[in-house]
């Protein structure tokens, strides 16, 4: 009779466990779109177009993720060298931070090349995919057939634009 229970109580806790596994194994539903947070994210990249074309550099600077800031002193750093002119990296840093010399050659060059309006004015933004520590927003060109793909990344509780990660290699004018 003990044997028997034994058998009934070890069928009955698999099944349990099988039961609790297959209930953690099922796709997990994924909360509702929260127009608050689209708002944030979305206001975070628009904020980095506005202050660009404002010439606000120093907030220029500090809408960018951390790995975009870091790539941008490197390259800078890199450019400087082959010029004959040695910067180290915390000298460039706070030269970004304030809206130096270097801060202003640099966005002004950028701004050669790239124009904000188009992405703020002639253009139609998206949100896209958002995940607990990055976010992209699709931003698409009146004139442009593919869209260009501005990611975000969650840092020091607010939200940072990537240019280099978005960007990359790529030109300078994404459209």
Known sequence: MLNKMNKILTIIITLCFFVC????AAPMVQ?????ARHDTILSAAENFFKAIRQKNY????STLSSSSRKKIIDDVADASK???VIY???????DFETGGPNATAYWDSFLTAFDPGMVLEDSKWTMGKIKSQE???????????????LKMYAE??????????SFGARSINPF
Not at 21 to 24: A, E, F, M
Not at 31 to 35: A, F, G
Not at 156 to 165: I, S, T
């Open 156 to 165: 020091d509780g607010a939200w940072k634009f990537g240019l280099k990660e």
């Open 31 to 35: 909360p509702p779109d929260d127009p």
């Open 135 to 149: 976010a992209r927003i699709i931003v698409l060109h009146k004139k442009s057939e593919k869209p260009a793909v």
């Open 21 to 24: 596994l297959c209930g953690c």
């Open 82 to 84: 082959k010029a004959g």
């Open 58 to 61: 120093p907030l220029t600077w």
């Open 88 to 94: 180290t990296k915390e000298q460039l840093l706070e």
